[in-house]
Structure formats: C-alpha cells, structure tokens
C-alpha cells in the first residue's frame, strides 16, 4: 500500500495562487491513479482533479482553467497548481492514489482557507 501526505495549504486572499503536494511512499508510484478531492464544511467530498498513470488529467468543471494537476513519477509526488482562487474553494483537500484494481488510499488532508 501507498501512503500519502499533503502539504502546501494555507491561507491566500480571493484571486491568489496556492501549490498542494502529495508525497506518497512505497513502491510503483507510477501505476496509480492519483486525484484530489476537497471538502468543505457541512458537504460532501468532492473530486477536484485527477491524473492517471499514463498522464490523462481531469477536472471539475468549477476549477477548469483555474488548477492544474500533474505527477512527477520520480519524486513519487503530485501537484495542485490552484490560481484565481475564490472562497467557495476554501475547504480541506485530500490526496487519494487508487491502484488499477480499483484500491483506494488516502492522505490526512491540508485546510485552504481563501479569504481576504
């Protein structure tokens, strides 16, 4: 099993930027498909962006344009660019790395908090 931790979160005024990392261990980083998911108060958790192994990326529809995800295989790390951030994206994020049998792990989560 992977383990992942994030790290990155904070406080940014509305219209900043903030970079996420989730550092995973173990072994074959590369076969997982890795994502990031938030959750505010009071909602469900959501999927925010996810990129597979071999580099295909998705996103939500209220982040398109705005975050970027992406891997580096090699540090075993993945990354959320986020700009333009408003205060409906405040919420805890979460790494989650799911191998290709469909097995789930999870991080602890980082609280982004947009504000001004």
């Known amino acids: 099993q992977v383990q992942l931790v994030e790290s990155g979160g904070g406080l940014v005024q509305p219209g900043g930027s903030l970079r996420l990392s989730c550092a995973a261990s173990g072994s074959s980083f590369s076969i997982y498909t890795m994502g990031w998911y938030r959750q505010a108060p009071g909602k469900q958790r959501e999927l925010v962006a996810s990129?597979?192994?071999?580099?295909?990326?998705n996103y939500a529809d209220s982040v398109k344009g705005r975050f970027t995800i992406s891997r580096d295989n090699a540090k075993k790390t993945v990354y959320l660019q986020m700009n333009s951030l408003k205060p409906d994206d405040t919420a805890v994020y979460y790494c989650?790395?799911?191998?290709?049998?469909?097995?789930?792990?999870w991080g602890q989560g980082t609280q982004v908090t947009v504000s001004s």
């Open positions: 989650k790395a799911t191998d290709p049998f469909m097995r789930g792990n």
């Open positions: 990129i597979s192994s071999g580099g295909s990326t």
